[in-house]
């Protein structure tokens, strides 16, 4: 069989992150190996077989795979053509060593809800400038991992704070152009991530990064009504470069900046 090796691999800017890696292989075996972080896996094409702790596991489309840091895993493709993989390195603020055997014991979860926001994180972690969408996202799949590795003996009650969510609004319309990571509106508001983005969305409707993008398109409407060039109002608004500001335009608006701008 031909090998065949596509890979792509960054470290974004979200805090937990070790390192984003993507990858087509087909006719290439991992020998055994370990990480020191954490392997968050989903598997968008073939499946991959693989051996942990001395056990024999394989990773379907539909799930979520996690292995955890230090224990020895090895993988292969499991049919002739190849897979396709999509992998984020986690460190040890997310989950904690105390998972480890759990992980061990079960380390392929059938989550259909899990699969979704792992997809999610990828896309976000995948443009830069999303990184609040990647940090919340983030949060909410390092609950239910720890959910599936430590089940909790009581059901997990959403309350309503709308006093957090109007602080987290406050700051976040405060720093419409420079923005806020979550990390740092946790520290400022003393409260825990996931609390944080789970009040704002309770409060409001909306996740915190949709909040704020959608504030700053409102600021590029006005400004490219008023002449400036996509470009310019790009970095006049917060967003990463012009192509971040037209994907997240074309999204709430309907059309590119520059087909917006010709209306006026």
């Known amino acids: ?87 984020v390195y986690l460190d040890t603020s997310l989950l904690g060593a105390e998972l480890v055997g759990s992980a061990v014991d079960t380390p392929d979860l059938r989550d259909p809800l899990l699969r979704r926001r792992v997809g999610q994180l990828h896309h976000a972690l995948d443009h830069p400038g999303d990184e609040l969408e990647a940090a919340g996202r983030l949060t909410f799949i390092g609950e239910r991992l720890t959910a599936h590795l430590r089940p909790r003996r009581t059901p997990d009650v959403r309350r309503a704070d ?28 003393h409260a825990h991530p996931a609390h944080l983005v789970r009040a704002f969305s309770t409060a409001y409707g909306i996740a915190p990064h949709q909040y704020l993008n ?12 008023e002449g400036h060039r996509p470009g310019e109002v790009a970095a006049a608004t917060g967003f990463f470069d012009q192509s971040h500001l037209t994907r997240h335009f ?8 520059g087909r917006y701008a010709k209306t006026a």
């Open 1 to 87: 069989m031909a090998t065949g090796r596509e890979v792509t691999a960054w470290r974004p800017a979200v805090p937990g992150v070790v390192e984003v890696f993507h990858a087509h292989f087909t006719g290439y075996a991992y020998p055994m190996h370990v990480h020191e972080a954490w392997t968050l896996l989903i598997v968008d094409d073939g499946a991959v077989r693989y051996d942990l702790d001395r056990h024999e596991h394989g990773t379907p489309h539909d799930t979520v795979t996690l292995l955890p840091p230090h224990v020895p895993h090895n993988g292969s493709p499991a049919g002739p053509g190849g897979f396709r993989k999509r992998v």
């Open 214 to 225: 959608s504030r700053r398109v409102d600021r590029a409407r006005r400004l490219l009504l």
């Open 162 to 189: 709308p006093g957090l969510a109007r602080q987290l609004r406050e700051l976040l319309d405060a720093r419409v152009v420079e923005g806020v990571s979550l990390e740092a509106a946790a520290t400022l508001l």
């Open 250 to 257: 074309r999204k709430l608006v309907g059309v590119t900046p």
